[in-house]
Protein backbone atom coordinates (compact mmCIF):
# COMPACT_ATOMS: atom_id res chain seq x y z
CA UNK A 1 0.00 0.00 0.00
CA UNK A 2 1.30 3.59 -0.82
CA UNK A 3 0.47 6.97 0.22
CA UNK A 4 -2.02 8.50 -2.86
CA UNK A 5 -0.24 11.51 -2.14
CA UNK A 6 4.03 11.33 -1.68
CA UNK A 7 3.86 7.47 -2.88
CA UNK A 8 5.29 6.50 0.76
CA UNK A 9 5.33 2.86 1.42
CA UNK A 10 2.89 2.54 3.99
CA UNK A 11 2.47 -0.65 6.30
CA UNK A 12 -0.79 -1.82 7.90
CA UNK A 13 -0.30 -1.57 12.23
CA UNK A 14 2.84 0.16 11.93
CA UNK A 15 1.83 3.03 9.36
CA UNK A 16 -1.05 5.25 10.41
CA UNK A 17 -3.10 5.48 7.11
CA UNK A 18 -6.42 8.01 6.46
CA UNK A 19 -8.48 6.38 4.24
CA UNK A 20 -10.48 8.75 1.25
CA UNK A 21 -12.96 7.91 -1.13
CA UNK A 22 -11.10 6.45 -3.31
CA UNK A 23 -7.22 5.51 -1.71
CA UNK A 24 -5.56 6.18 1.27
CA UNK A 25 -3.30 8.91 2.27
CA UNK A 26 0.07 8.62 4.91
CA UNK A 27 -0.87 10.59 8.04
CA UNK A 28 2.16 12.90 7.49
CA UNK A 29 0.16 14.04 4.15
CA UNK A 30 -3.16 13.79 5.95
CA UNK A 31 -1.86 16.26 8.52
CA UNK A 32 -0.63 18.65 5.95
CA UNK A 33 -4.56 18.73 4.27
CA UNK A 34 -6.13 18.85 7.68
CA UNK A 35 -7.45 15.18 7.47
CA UNK A 36 -5.66 13.66 10.35
CA UNK A 37 -6.45 12.81 13.57
CA UNK A 38 -3.17 14.82 14.42
CA UNK A 39 -4.31 18.17 13.09
CA UNK A 40 -4.49 20.31 15.33
CA UNK A 41 -7.07 22.84 14.25
CA UNK A 42 -9.48 20.25 13.12
CA UNK A 43 -11.56 17.88 15.22
CA UNK A 44 -12.69 14.32 15.41
CA UNK A 45 -15.80 15.41 13.32
CA UNK A 46 -14.06 16.58 10.15
CA UNK A 47 -11.39 13.57 10.29
CA UNK A 48 -14.63 11.19 9.85
CA UNK A 49 -15.28 13.67 6.61
CA UNK A 50 -12.16 12.30 5.33
CA UNK A 51 -13.97 9.12 3.32
CA UNK A 52 -15.68 11.93 1.66
CA UNK A 53 -12.47 13.49 0.16
CA UNK A 54 -11.00 12.05 -3.37
CA UNK A 55 -7.72 11.58 -3.97
CA UNK A 56 -7.45 14.32 -6.54
CA UNK A 57 -9.00 16.86 -4.05
CA UNK A 58 -6.68 16.19 -1.24
CA UNK A 59 -4.06 15.89 -3.63
CA UNK A 60 -5.16 19.69 -4.99
CA UNK A 61 -5.37 21.10 -1.71
CA UNK A 62 -1.56 19.81 -0.73
CA UNK A 63 -0.09 21.18 -3.65
CA UNK A 64 -1.56 24.57 -3.11
CA UNK A 65 -1.31 24.59 0.96
CA UNK A 66 -4.87 24.46 1.62
CA UNK A 67 -6.75 22.39 4.34
CA UNK A 68 -9.78 20.72 4.44
CA UNK A 69 -12.68 22.78 6.31
CA UNK A 70 -15.89 20.79 5.78
CA UNK A 71 -18.03 24.07 6.70
CA UNK A 72 -20.45 23.71 3.88
CA UNK A 73 -20.77 19.70 4.86
CA UNK A 74 -21.34 20.91 8.43
CA UNK A 75 -23.90 22.81 7.17
CA UNK A 76 -25.40 20.61 5.38
CA UNK A 77 -26.07 18.45 7.91
CA UNK A 78 -27.21 20.76 9.80
CA UNK A 79 -29.96 21.84 7.52
CA UNK A 80 -31.08 18.10 6.97
CA UNK A 81 -31.11 17.44 11.27
CA UNK A 82 -32.99 20.17 11.49
CA UNK A 83 -35.33 19.03 8.14
CA UNK A 84 -36.04 15.64 10.29
CA UNK A 85 -36.89 17.24 13.51
CA UNK A 86 -39.44 19.63 11.75
CA UNK A 87 -41.12 16.64 10.25
CA UNK A 88 -40.41 14.39 13.33
CA UNK A 89 -42.69 17.31 15.32
CA UNK A 90 -45.19 17.78 12.40
CA UNK A 91 -46.03 14.03 12.20
CA UNK A 92 -46.48 14.20 16.59
CA UNK A 93 -48.78 16.88 15.90
CA UNK A 94 -50.56 14.73 13.20
CA UNK A 95 -50.81 11.42 15.43
CA UNK A 96 -51.79 13.86 18.27
CA UNK A 97 -54.77 15.20 16.72
CA UNK A 98 -55.74 12.13 15.09
CA UNK A 99 -55.84 10.32 18.22
CA UNK A 100 -57.93 13.07 20.05
CA UNK A 101 -60.48 12.71 17.01
CA UNK A 102 -60.21 9.02 17.41
CA UNK A 103 -60.31 8.88 21.23
CA UNK A 104 -63.65 11.14 21.61
CA UNK A 105 -65.28 8.93 18.50
CA UNK A 106 -64.35 5.76 21.07
CA UNK A 107 -66.10 7.51 23.93
CA UNK A 108 -68.92 8.20 22.40
CA UNK A 109 -68.73 4.40 21.75
CA UNK A 110 -68.76 3.99 25.14
CA UNK A 111 -65.26 1.97 24.36
CA UNK A 112 -63.56 0.42 27.64
CA UNK A 113 -60.03 0.53 28.42
CA UNK A 114 -56.84 -1.65 29.50
CA UNK A 115 -54.46 1.25 30.56
CA UNK A 116 -54.64 3.22 27.58
CA UNK A 117 -55.62 1.30 24.81
CA UNK A 118 -59.12 1.61 24.19
CA UNK A 119 -61.47 -1.23 22.84
CA UNK A 120 -64.28 -0.21 21.11
CA UNK A 121 -66.92 -2.78 20.77
CA UNK A 122 -69.27 -1.08 18.16
CA UNK A 123 -66.24 -0.14 15.95
CA UNK A 124 -64.88 -3.53 16.78
CA UNK A 125 -61.09 -1.30 16.98
CA UNK A 126 -58.94 -0.93 19.58
CA UNK A 127 -57.21 2.46 20.16
CA UNK A 128 -53.80 3.06 21.27
CA UNK A 129 -51.98 6.17 21.96
CA UNK A 130 -48.44 6.41 20.34
CA UNK A 131 -45.33 6.61 22.85
CA UNK A 132 -42.80 9.60 21.56
CA UNK A 133 -40.64 7.37 19.94
CA UNK A 134 -43.23 5.04 18.23
CA UNK A 135 -43.97 8.25 16.04
CA UNK A 136 -40.68 7.67 14.10
CA UNK A 137 -40.01 3.56 14.44
CA UNK A 138 -43.65 2.75 14.54
CA UNK A 139 -45.76 2.76 11.17
CA UNK A 140 -48.85 1.32 13.32
CA UNK A 141 -51.94 3.18 12.56
CA UNK A 142 -53.45 4.44 16.08
CA UNK A 143 -56.29 2.33 15.70
CA UNK A 144 -56.39 -1.25 14.76
CA UNK A 145 -59.06 -3.81 14.22
CA UNK A 146 -59.91 -6.16 17.24
CA UNK A 147 -59.00 -9.30 15.67
CA UNK A 148 -55.43 -8.05 15.75
CA UNK A 149 -55.27 -8.89 19.37
CA UNK A 150 -54.11 -12.61 19.84
CA UNK A 151 -53.52 -13.06 24.04
CA UNK A 152 -52.68 -11.28 26.68
CA UNK A 153 -50.85 -12.08 29.97
CA UNK A 154 -50.67 -10.27 33.63
CA UNK A 155 -47.52 -9.82 35.38
CA UNK A 156 -46.94 -9.75 38.81
CA UNK A 157 -43.34 -8.50 40.67
CA UNK A 158 -43.15 -9.77 43.91
CA UNK A 159 -41.39 -7.63 46.24
CA UNK A 160 -40.72 -6.79 49.61
CA UNK A 161 -42.12 -4.27 51.91
CA UNK A 162 -39.69 -2.91 54.49
CA UNK A 163 -41.68 -1.75 58.09
CA UNK A 164 -41.28 1.83 59.05
CA UNK A 165 -40.17 0.45 62.55
CA UNK A 166 -37.37 -1.72 63.17
CA UNK A 167 -35.25 -3.53 60.62
CA UNK A 168 -37.80 -6.60 59.54
CA UNK A 169 -38.91 -7.04 55.69
CA UNK A 170 -42.09 -8.61 55.82
CA UNK A 171 -41.77 -11.00 53.52
CA UNK A 172 -39.35 -12.11 50.66
CA UNK A 173 -41.11 -13.43 47.18
CA UNK A 174 -38.32 -14.01 44.93
CA UNK A 175 -38.80 -17.80 44.45
CA UNK A 176 -42.23 -17.59 43.20
CA UNK A 177 -41.41 -18.08 39.61
CA UNK A 178 -38.13 -17.62 38.64
CA UNK A 179 -35.34 -14.80 39.06
CA UNK A 180 -37.21 -11.86 37.75
CA UNK A 181 -40.12 -13.03 39.95
CA UNK A 182 -42.42 -12.34 37.01
CA UNK A 183 -45.61 -14.67 37.21
CA UNK A 184 -46.74 -14.95 33.80
CA UNK A 185 -50.10 -16.52 32.94
CA UNK A 186 -53.31 -15.70 34.15
CA UNK A 187 -54.13 -14.28 37.13
CA UNK A 188 -54.78 -16.63 39.25
CA UNK A 189 -54.79 -15.48 43.15
CA UNK A 190 -53.46 -17.84 45.97
CA UNK A 191 -50.56 -15.60 46.48
CA UNK A 192 -47.42 -17.35 48.26
CA UNK A 193 -45.91 -13.65 48.53
CA UNK A 194 -47.16 -10.48 50.48
CA UNK A 195 -46.61 -7.81 48.53
CA UNK A 196 -46.17 -6.58 44.71
CA UNK A 197 -44.13 -4.04 43.34
CA UNK A 198 -45.88 -4.05 40.10
CA UNK A 199 -48.95 -5.60 38.11
CA UNK A 200 -48.75 -5.34 34.62
CA UNK A 201 -51.16 -6.61 32.18
CA UNK A 202 -49.24 -7.72 28.64
CA UNK A 203 -51.69 -7.18 25.39
CA UNK A 204 -49.78 -9.39 22.27
CA UNK A 205 -51.53 -7.92 18.90
CA UNK A 206 -50.43 -9.14 15.37
CA UNK A 207 -46.97 -8.75 13.81
CA UNK A 208 -44.84 -8.82 17.31
CA UNK A 209 -46.48 -5.86 18.93
CA UNK A 210 -47.59 -5.78 21.88
CA UNK A 211 -48.70 -3.38 25.09
CA UNK A 212 -47.98 -2.60 28.76
CA UNK A 213 -50.72 -1.37 30.40
CA UNK A 214 -49.99 -0.79 34.26
CA UNK A 215 -52.79 -1.27 36.72
CA UNK A 216 -49.97 -1.05 39.89
CA UNK A 217 -46.52 0.37 40.40
CA UNK A 218 -45.54 1.36 43.88
CA UNK A 219 -45.21 -1.21 46.30
CA UNK A 220 -48.23 -2.35 47.65
CA UNK A 221 -49.50 -5.53 50.03
CA UNK A 222 -51.23 -8.64 48.41
CA UNK A 223 -54.32 -8.13 51.23
CA UNK A 224 -54.56 -4.33 50.72
CA UNK A 225 -57.95 -3.67 49.14
CA UNK A 226 -55.82 -2.00 46.79
CA UNK A 227 -54.93 -5.21 45.45
CA UNK A 228 -58.08 -6.41 45.61
CA UNK A 229 -59.27 -3.42 43.14
CA UNK A 230 -56.46 -3.63 40.92
CA UNK A 231 -57.47 -8.28 40.99
CA UNK A 232 -60.92 -7.64 40.10
CA UNK A 233 -60.30 -4.66 37.23
CA UNK A 234 -57.79 -6.84 35.83
CA UNK A 235 -60.37 -9.99 36.05
CA UNK A 236 -63.31 -8.34 34.69
CA UNK A 237 -60.85 -6.81 31.60
CA UNK A 238 -59.30 -10.45 31.10
CA UNK A 239 -63.22 -11.77 30.96
CA UNK A 240 -63.60 -8.90 27.91
CA UNK A 241 -60.39 -9.85 26.51
CA UNK A 242 -61.38 -13.68 26.59
CA UNK A 243 -64.26 -12.82 25.14
CA UNK A 244 -62.57 -11.09 21.69
CA UNK A 245 -59.60 -13.64 21.37
CA UNK A 246 -62.26 -16.46 21.29
CA UNK A 247 -64.38 -14.87 18.58
CA UNK A 248 -61.14 -14.28 16.71
CA UNK A 249 -60.36 -17.57 17.03
CA UNK A 250 -63.80 -18.96 15.93
CA UNK A 251 -63.51 -16.32 13.07
CA UNK A 252 -60.15 -17.93 11.81
CA UNK A 253 -59.26 -22.07 11.33
CA UNK A 254 -61.54 -23.84 13.72
CA UNK A 255 -58.30 -26.17 15.60
CA UNK A 256 -59.43 -28.91 17.42
CA UNK A 257 -56.98 -28.83 20.62
CA UNK A 258 -53.81 -27.00 20.37
CA UNK A 259 -51.88 -25.95 23.61
CA UNK A 260 -53.40 -22.78 23.58
CA UNK A 261 -56.74 -23.79 23.87
CA UNK A 262 -55.92 -25.82 26.84
CA UNK A 263 -54.00 -23.07 28.71
CA UNK A 264 -56.79 -21.24 28.21
CA UNK A 265 -59.29 -23.55 29.55
CA UNK A 266 -56.83 -23.34 32.53
CA UNK A 267 -56.46 -19.99 32.67
CA UNK A 268 -60.64 -19.93 32.88
CA UNK A 269 -60.82 -22.51 35.31
CA UNK A 270 -58.50 -20.72 37.00
CA UNK A 271 -60.48 -17.81 37.04
CA UNK A 272 -63.29 -19.25 38.08
CA UNK A 273 -62.15 -20.99 41.17
CA UNK A 274 -60.88 -17.11 42.05
CA UNK A 275 -64.64 -16.43 42.03
CA UNK A 276 -65.62 -19.02 44.01
CA UNK A 277 -62.83 -17.98 46.56
CA UNK A 278 -63.94 -14.22 46.11
CA UNK A 279 -67.22 -15.15 47.16
CA UNK A 280 -66.49 -16.90 50.52
CA UNK A 281 -67.90 -20.28 48.83
CA UNK A 282 -64.20 -22.35 49.20
CA UNK A 283 -61.63 -21.43 51.35
CA UNK A 284 -58.11 -20.24 51.02
CA UNK A 285 -56.95 -24.21 51.16
CA UNK A 286 -59.53 -25.27 49.40
CA UNK A 287 -58.25 -23.09 46.24
CA UNK A 288 -54.64 -23.37 46.90
CA UNK A 289 -55.46 -27.66 46.79
CA UNK A 290 -57.76 -27.26 43.63
CA UNK A 291 -55.52 -24.31 41.61
CA UNK A 292 -52.33 -27.21 42.04
CA UNK A 293 -55.15 -29.75 40.28
CA UNK A 294 -55.55 -27.74 37.31
CA UNK A 295 -52.10 -26.55 37.47
CA UNK A 296 -50.25 -30.08 37.14
CA UNK A 297 -48.38 -28.84 40.19
ZN1 LIG B 1 2.05 10.86 2.03
Given amino acids: MKCSICGKRLLVGINSITTLKDGVICNNCATEVGLSTKSLFHSMAEVKSSGTVTVAEATDYFNNHKTFTFEQERAQKKLEKKQAQKEEEQQRAEDADKYDQLLSEFKEDKAWHVGKVYFDDKKQQVLVKKSTAEHIFNERTLNFPYSDLESYDVIEDPTTIEKKHGVGRSIVGGLVAGPTGAVLGAFSGGKSYSAVSKVAMILYFKENYHIEA ?84
Fill in 214 to 297: TFLSTDTSTSSSTYAAVQRSIMQVGHDLDKIIADNNAGTTTQATTPSDTSNSTADDLRELKQLLDDGIITQDDFDTKKKQILGI
